[in-house]
């Protein structure tokens, strides 16, 4: 079985601050690693996915994550936020043994940027 | 291109009524979901289709059924409402791993359908 723990509910930060949200998952076989974002009201967006190659993945608005595979993690950064990228960030994984994209998600992270 | 598209948008139901969610994409995908939101829980996957005809049980499937008679829909269906079934319901949907040489791939979400049960 898979799941995937994001320790932090909630992430305040000021405008133009770093951030970097947790996930760590624990699966007994190699996984996919996903970061969702959703916004207020909103379906869910894909931010940005490990599948196979480099370990450091990017998105196209400046967050990156790094797959570690020694520790289990998939932590997202961004170097500096904006008030837009205030929203819910959901870490999900797929286990690459399945026949279908089944996704196991974490709790989410909600972070708030403050002006 | 509409993508996933969720009707109705919001729904209030008393207990032991009956109701359906409708679930369209326009990307030719294979895989469709149905999953639900509740607070401090992330989304939790009730059913999934991996083509036409075909359904499977996800992680949290009683009292919930589906079907998916056409590729493009997939319904999901409350036979007698329960208060523990208030939440927001969220479809998705992606390609076959067979398409994509067995890669996995991002799924593609619906706006969501917020659920009352009183």
């Known amino acids: 079985a898979q799941s995937v723990t994001q320790l932090d509910s909630q992430v305040p930060v000021f405008e133009e601050a770093p951030v970097e949200l947790r996930c760590n998952y624990s699966?007994?076989?190699?996984?996919?690693l996903f970061w969702y974002v959703q916004y207020p009201n909103q379906g869910l967006q894909l931010l940005l996915k490990?599948?196979?190659?480099?370990?450091l993945v990017e998105s196209i608005n400046g967050f990156e994550a790094e797959f570690n595979k020694s520790q289990t993690s998939f932590h997202l950064r961004k170097p500096s936020v904006h008030i837009s990228d205030t929203a819910e960030y959901f870490c999900?994984?797929?286990?690459?043994?399945?026949?279908?994209?089944?996704?196991?998600f974490g709790t989410g992270t909600r972070l708030q940027v403050f002006p | 291109n509409a993508g996933v598209t969720q009707t109705p948008k919001f729904r209030v139901l008393k207990t032991g009524q009956s109701m359906t969610l409708l679930c369209a994409q326009d990307?030719?995908?294979?895989?469709m979901y149905w999953y639900r939101q509740d607070p401090g829980m992330g989304l939790r996957l009730i059913h999934y289709s991996v083509g036409e005809g075909t359904t499977a049980k996800g992680e949290v499937p009683d009292g919930y059924n589906v079907s998916r008679l056409k590729k493009q829909n997939f319904l999901l269906g409350l036979e007698s409402a329960a208060p523990s079934q208030t939440s927001v319901y969220f479809c998705a949907s992606s390609y076959s791993r067979t398409r994509t040489g067995g890669l996995g791939q991002p799924q593609h979400f619906g706006d969501g359908t917020r659920l009352s049960i009183l």
């Open positions: 699966s007994s076989v190699s996984v996919y």
């Open positions: 999900a994984v797929s286990p690459r043994s399945y026949n279908t994209d089944k996704l196991i």
């Open positions: 990307m030719n995908h294979e895989y």
């Open positions: 490990y599948l196979s190659g480099s370990t």
